[in-house]
């Protein structure tokens, strides 16, 4: 049975007092899966003594340094072993394109930060080196409507071939009831749910429902 990835994407939601009452209430005991959660950067501190994997939603293009406002790939790396970069949300909102984005993945790689990179189709460029790539369909973010199971694993497979990254996931709108049709297509290795991670019972659900 293949190992799932199963990644939450917090997104801009969570005080340190919700991130801390949300790992408190969950019981992850899915033990062959690998999950991570994509939490704000001023909660991952406090989300350290937990069992789950952490990552971060952003990484500065810039190393330290006189970039006010700015968190650095060192900076996550003391909290986090996981970033994801090129989400449609930092593409859209943040006008974040390709150049600015192989420089994310070139500072994150320096300090041996894992990343999940996010594309929403099989024709976006995908650095080389990312450790997951995520395929997320802008209209199905946040929209609860889904790509396909079909379709999701036709683009996928055509991701892993063309970049020869082995860990593909699928992301938008991911549920509890519909996570299981994703990761049984052959190529999805997971999925990325961002609205279906932030309630913990609900998020206990998907990971019960992905077997
Ligand atoms: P959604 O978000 O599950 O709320 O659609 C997924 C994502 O943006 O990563």
């Not at 062959?32 to 991952?44: G, R, Y």
């Not at 003391?78 to 390709?98: C, L, P, Q, T």
């Not at 650095?127 to 790509?147: C, F, H, N, Q």
């Not at 997971?190 to 913990?200: N, R």
């Amino acid at each position: 049975m293949k190992k799932l990835f199963i990644a939450g994407n917090w997104k801009s939601n969570k005080t340190i007092a919700e991130a801390k009452e949300w790992a408190e209430k969950i019981s992850i005991s899915n033990g062959d899966s690998t999950i991570v959660i994509f939490a704000p950067f001023i909660t991952l501190g406090a989300l350290h003594p937990f069992p789950f994997g952490l990552g971060a939603q952003n990484v500065s293009e810039f190393p330290e340094g006189a970039y006010t406002g700015e968190v650095n790939a060192r900076q996550i790396r003391e909290v986090a072993d996981w970033v994801i970069i090129g989400h449609s949300e930092r593409r859209k909102y943040f006008n974040e394109a390709d150049d600015m984005l192989q420089k994310k993945v070139d500072q994150a790689k320096k300090v041996g930060l894992k990343i999940i990179y996010c594309v929403p189709d099989d024709a976006t460029i995908v650095p080389p080196g990312v450790d997951v790539v995520a395929y997320e369909p802008v209209w199905a973010i946040g929209t609860g409507k889904t790509d396909s199971p079909e379709n999701a694993q036709a683009v996928v497979a055509t991701i892993k071939a063309k970049t020869q990254v082995a860990t593909a996931i699928y992301g938008g709108s991911v549920t509890p009831e519909n996570v299981a049709s994703f990761v049984s297509a052959p190529a999805i290795d997971g999925v990325l749910p961002g609205g279906a991670s932030l309630d913990p019972e609900k998020f206990a659900a998907l990971l019960r429902n992905v077997r």
